[in-house]
């Protein structure tokens, strides 16, 4: 086993994070939460709500991700659509998805205007907002963004693609979850839809990401054949710790590893223990704990000999809760007690660096121009 013990163990001081799937505007619109607001105040007003399991469980806020010094991350827009019969939850037209879309984009727009987040565009934009964190982090500094879509269905054509691109849009994930118009994506099966094969070509003419989360292993190799530009997977975890299509393979992981790109480790406590059962198993029962993302974290490294292709993507507050993540995770800015497990397992303050933050930058700014 590759043991990291290469240089001195890293201290207690907070470092720089990046986190490479979070679904704020879902947040934001879907949910109704002002995360502008304190994350007792955001449980307080949904104390008494029960439309969704997770209502007053939220670990993400604007004050929580700067006290855990996220000061960059990959926001999603995300809406599905869902065709007649569906079980699913989504929206029953992609044009209906496309504007909720639309919708998640002007509030990125108004957190912008408020001063609360930056879009990040280009190695210029990157740089500049990563000097600012690193050099004089405040309470008030604006977080930085990349905007990412989870699942391609309200992209009412492939040709939409250059649109989205010019409103910032960086990456797609093709799929989510079940039948996608453009690829199947978890629960389901089968590969590539005949649109998928038109976006991955459009993608690929703007140089945007290919975000492999969520396809099943059918499209995943298709995708990796028919694709030669960047790709990354923003939040996936690892079947030989977790069994399920759900997680990626030691071989697709190595095949990544070969394309170059970064791996996020997501929070989700079924992602994280290999025999939870959806209404019976709890974090507190399956005693899930920040522990086990480092575990993944590991097993990445492990596969790829080095800490260039681990990270974080931890989907928090991605439709779950404290109801399904880790035990001792409370809030976000939990996720700067990764540092300190990864130093006792012997990685060095440049390792935790790299896989905190320094694997994302490292790839954006090789991507954008």
């Given at each position: 086993?590759?043991?990291?013990?290469?240089?001195?163990?890293?201290?207690?001081?907070?470092?720089?994070?990046?986190?490479?799937?979070?679904?704020?505007?879902?947040?934001?619109?879907?949910?109704?939460?002002?995360?502008?607001?304190?994350?007792?105040?955001?449980?307080?007003?949904?104390?008494?709500?029960?439309?969704?399991?997770?209502?007053?469980?939220?670990?993400?806020?604007?004050?929580?991700?700067?006290?855990?010094?996220?000061?960059?991350?990959?926001?999603?827009?995300?809406?599905?659509?869902?065709?007649?019969?569906?079980?699913?939850?989504?929206?029953?037209?992609?044009?209906?998805?496309?504007?909720?879309?639309?919708?998640?984009?002007?509030?990125?727009?108004?957190?912008?205007?408020?001063?609360?987040?930056?879009?990040?565009?280009?190695?210029?934009?990157?740089?500049?907002?990563?000097?600012?964190?690193?050099?004089?982090?405040?309470?008030?500094?604006?977080?930085?963004?990349?905007?990412?879509?989870?699942?391609?269905?309200?992209?009412?054509?492939?040709?939409?693609?250059?649109?989205?691109?010019?409103?910032?849009?960086?990456?797609?994930?093709?799929a989510h979850y079940g039948p996608g118009r453009y690829a199947p994506g978890t629960g389901a099966s089968g590969g590539l839809a005949p649109l998928g094969r038109d976006l991955l070509r459009q993608m690929r003419q703007l140089n945007m990401i290919l975000d492999c989360t969520h396809l099943t292993d059918e499209a995943f190799w298709e995708a990796l054949e028919l694709f030669d530009g960047p790709v990354w997977a923003s939040h996936n975890n690892c079947r030989a710790l977790v069994p399920g299509s759900r997680q990626f393979s030691d071989d697709q992981i190595r095949?990544?590893?070969?394309?170059?790109?970064?791996?996020?480790?997501?929070?989700?406590?079924?992602?994280?223990?290999?025999?939870?059962?959806?209404?019976?198993?709890?974090?507190?029962?399956?005693?899930?704990?920040?522990?086990?993302?480092?575990?993944?974290?590991?097993?990445?490294?492990?596969?790829?000999?080095?800490?260039?292709?681990?990270?974080?993507?931890?989907?928090?507050?991605?439709?779950?809760?404290?109801?399904?993540?880790?035990?001792?995770?409370?809030?976000?800015?939990?996720?700067?007690?990764?540092?300190?497990?990864?130093?006792?397992?012997?990685?060095?303050?440049?390792?935790?660096?790299?896989?905190?933050?320094?694997?994302?930058?490292?790839?954006?700014?090789?991507?954008?121009?």
């Amino acid at each position: 086993m590759l043991r990291f013990t290469h240089g001195p163990a890293t201290g207690s001081t907070a470092m720089l994070i990046c986190d490479g799937h979070l679904d704020l505007a879902m947040n934001a619109l879907e949910w109704n939460r002002d995360l502008t607001r304190s994350l007792d105040e955001v449980r307080q007003r949904e104390r008494n709500l029960t439309d969704k399991p997770d209502r007053g469980q939220n670990v993400l806020t604007f004050g929580e991700m700067r006290t855990g010094q996220i000061g960059l991350c990959v926001a999603t827009q995300i809406a599905r659509y869902v065709e007649p019969g569906s079980s699913l939850p989504g929206w029953n037209s992609p044009d209906i998805a496309w504007a909720v879309t639309q919708g998640q984009l002007a509030w990125y727009r108004a957190m912008e205007d408020a001063g609360h987040l930056v879009q990040i565009v280009d190695r210029d934009s990157l740089t500049r907002h990563v000097a600012l964190w690193q050099d004089a982090p405040s309470d008030h500094a604006p977080i930085g963004y990349i905007l990412s879509l989870e699942g391609a269905d309200s992209l009412l054509s492939p040709a939409h693609v250059e649109r989205a691109y010019g409103y910032g849009l960086r990456a797609i994930g093709p799929a989510h979850y079940g039948p996608g118009r453009y690829a199947p994506g978890t629960g389901a099966s089968g590969g590539l839809a005949p649109l998928g094969r038109d976006l991955l070509r459009q993608m690929r003419q703007l140089n945007m990401i290919l975000d492999c989360t969520h396809l099943t292993d059918e499209a995943f190799w298709e995708a990796l054949e028919l694709f030669d530009g960047p790709v990354w997977a923003s939040h996936n975890n690892c079947r030989a710790l977790v069994p399920g299509s759900r997680q990626f393979s030691d071989d697709q992981i190595r095949a990544l590893i070969a394309r170059d790109a970064v791996i996020g480790v997501a929070c989700d406590a079924w992602m994280l223990y290999p025999n939870w059962i959806p209404g019976t198993t709890t974090p507190a029962s399956a005693d899930v704990r920040i522990e086990h993302c480092a575990d993944h974290i590991d097993h990445i490294c492990q596969l790829s000999g080095n800490t260039r292709h681990s990270a974080i993507g931890s989907d928090l507050d991605g439709g779950y809760g404290r109801e399904q993540c880790p035990r001792d995770l409370d809030s976000i800015a939990d996720l700067q007690r990764l540092a300190g497990i990864l130093a006792q397992r012997g990685y060095n303050q440049a390792d935790v660096e790299s896989i905190l933050h320094g694997n994302w930058v490292r790839q954006l700014m090789k991507i954008l121009s």
